[in-house]
Structure formats: C-alpha cells, structure tokens
C-alpha cells in the first residue's frame, strides 16, 4: 500500500481500492453497512484495517485522491480458484459430489456478483464526488441461508444438493490440501452468525439494481459448467 500510495501521487493518478470487510469489528454481521465498527480480531483484518487508514492518511494530508469500494464474499463466472463459492459449492456438485459449507447452514450470507462489482469499481472511478469515501458494491438483499445456496446451485446443475458442514478441525485438515480454505480457519465467526451485507448507499446514488442469486447462480452455471 505504501508504495501504490506513492505511485499514485508520483503520477497524479486517483486509488480505487478494492477492499473486503476483514476490518469490521466480527459481532453483528446483520445488517453490514459502511458505518460498521472497525474493531478486527483477525490477523487479516487487523493488516486490512492498518492499509486502510494508512490510505485515509495519505489523502487527508492531500497527497491523493482516493475511494474504496468494499466487497462482500464473491461469486461470479470464470473465477475458479479464487471463491468459496466456487470451490466447495459449484465445483463439487458439478461433478456429483458432496459438497461443504462452513459453520452452521442455517445462516444468511451474501455474496457480491462479480460482474455487478466490475461495473461499480469502474462507476466509482469516473465519479468525482465519490473520492473521499467508503463504497460497498452493489449486493443482492436477502441473501440464501447455507443450504438455500446449496439447493439452488445443485437445482440449477440438476443434481442432488449433497453437502458436508466444516467445522475448524475440518477446514484445517482440508486446508493442507485446498489453499484457499488454509486462510479461512480465522474467517469462521462469518459463517456462525448471519452475514448480511448491505449496499443501499450505492444503490441509490448511482440508480443501479443487483443481480439477483437466482440470475447470478443462472448466469454462472450457464458459463462454466454446461458444454
């Protein structure tokens, strides 16, 4: 970040910084607005929360003009190896297999469309008044509980929603074989409790409706896993 800092105000060029919610304080996911506290207790989101405000810094002493546009758990085409989702959801149900889910199934959790963020980032970058703040993307309400998004995606497959629920021990096990589910044995507080992310700021200053689960879920099969 020090050094995207100064690049960016070598050459006159604004920050839109991609962000997650790792620096949100871990209670009371439901609902998760910009003015969330920021009180992490995770490795990731204490680095999270220290390159954030050595940004907010930087443009407070005016040396750059920045936004960031902050993201909830992603799902989207074409992005394999990189989503939760993808990985222990789509993938294995894809090839008849079980798939997992992490914590307890009962719970809500949302999920940012990949192709909604890519419009948003690109919004954010052209709009002059929405420098100096916080964003979240552009995020379908009332998401799916764990095994509402198992069945929807196995529906959308056509296939049976076969699942395993992770607990730490599991997701440690698996993480010596799967690299992305090794970072997420200190991400479990997000799937114990509601995970509802809430994108209404951007919603209505830019006029812009997500992609639904349904259609997004549609929009994935269609592209990855039908020949």
């Keep these: 970040m020090k050094n995207v800092i100064e690049a960016c105000s070598v050459n006159n060029a604004k920050l839109v910084f991609f962000d997650n919610i790792y620096l949100y304080a871990p209670e009371k996911l439901n609902p998760i607005t910009e003015e969330h506290p920021i009180n992490p207790k995770s490795k990731k989101g204490k680095v999270r929360a220290a390159i954030v405000q050595m940004l907010w810094d930087a443009v407070k002493k005016e040396k750059i003009k920045a936004v960031i546009a902050r993201s909830a758990d992603f799902y989207g085409p074409s992005i394999k190896g990189t989503s939760m989702l993808t990985e222990i959801v789509f993938k294995p149900l894809s090839e008849g297999k079980r798939s997992s889910w992490l914590g307890g199934t009962k719970y809500k959790h949302s999920y940012t469309y990949t192709v909604d963020a890519g419009r948003a980032v690109a919004l954010l970058g052209n709009t002059s008044d929405a420098f100096g703040q916080t964003w979240h ?48 044995v200190e991400m479990m507080y997000q799937y114990d409790q509601d995970y509802v992310f809430n994108s209404d700021k951007f919603e209505k200053r830019f006029d812009f409706k997500p992609t639904s689960y349904n259609d997004g879920i549609k929009e994935i099969v269609k592209t990855d896993y039908q020949k």
């Design 137 to 184: 993307l552009p995020t379908a309400p009332d998401p799916f509980a764990g095994k509402e998004w198992i069945e929807a995606i196995a529906k959308m497959l056509g296939t049976t929603p076969k699942y395993l629920v992770l607990n730490k021990f599991f997701v440690r096990v698996i993480g010596l074989f799967v690299p992305i589910m090794k970072e997420m």
